[in-house]
């Protein structure tokens, strides 16, 4: 079920970005989510004070997955279709495998072919041809930005255990979105001032 829901949001979103900027598309996502998120925490009485030092701890981490990736991904998903997003956002284990073995951890052979391979798949993806060159320049700026958010992707997964293990899932994620949401706000308010809503349907608003 969460990988259905996970893959889907690439369908469901792809109408939205080409008629919302990413930027505002994703602080309508993710502020909404992290008061929602929290306002459940604290229903079940879950304490959601915060040292000044958690919450900065919080804020990087929010910085990277929310901020780092929706950005990213909105960007990519305005560029490229959303077949090729649900594929190339599938190299972030890639990038994970790479950030264990920057922190010390032992990679098999095995390993270091897996990710060749996958990279050279990305390679074939992006270009959509086997047998000569086809880069176009938003297929290019749309591939790197998704490999972008891949990146961000697998950092903000290294990153989110300790930060669970204190908090909890729930408050942890809540302030992160939230935090995150925030962080688009400089962008995405002079943005929604500006935006034609009108154009927006029913199903736009469903998929937000």
Not at 1 to 10: K, N
Not at 11 to 37: C, E, N, S, T, Y
Not at 87 to 116: H, K, Y
Not at 175 to 196: E, I, N, R, W
Request: proline residues 5%; positive net charge.
């Amino acid at each position: 079920m969460t990988i259905f829901l996970f893959a889907s949001v690439y369908a469901a979103a792809k109408p939205i970005v080409d008629a919302v900027h990413p930027m505002l598309f994703a602080a309508g996502r993710m502020l909404p989510a992290g008061l929602l998120i929290l306002g459940f925490a604290w229903l079940r009485h879950v304490p959601l004070g915060l040292e000044w030092r958690e919450l900065a701890r919080l804020g990087g981490v929010a910085l990277v997955g929310v901020t780092a990736f929706q950005a990213s991904w909105g960007l990519a998903l305005e560029r490229t279709s959303a077949g090729e997003g649900a594929v190339l956002i599938a190299t972030s284990p890639i990038f994970g495998v790479i950030l264990e073995r920057l922190r010390g951890a032992r990679a098999g052979w095995t390993a270091w072919a897996g990710v060749l391979i996958a990279f050279l798949g990305v390679a074939l993806v992006v270009n959509k041809s086997f047998s000569q060159l086809t880069l176009a320049p938003d297929s290019l700026a749309g591939g790197l930005l998704w490999l972008t958010a891949a990146l961000a992707w697998a950092i903000y997964t290294a990153l989110s255990p300790p930060i669970v293990a204190r908090h909890g899932a729930i408050k942890a994620v809540g302030y992160v979105c939230l935090l995150g949401g925030l962080s688009f706000l400089p962008l995405a308010t002079p943005m929604a001032l500006a935006q034609d809503w009108s154009r927006l349907e029913a199903a736009d608003w469903l998929a937000f």
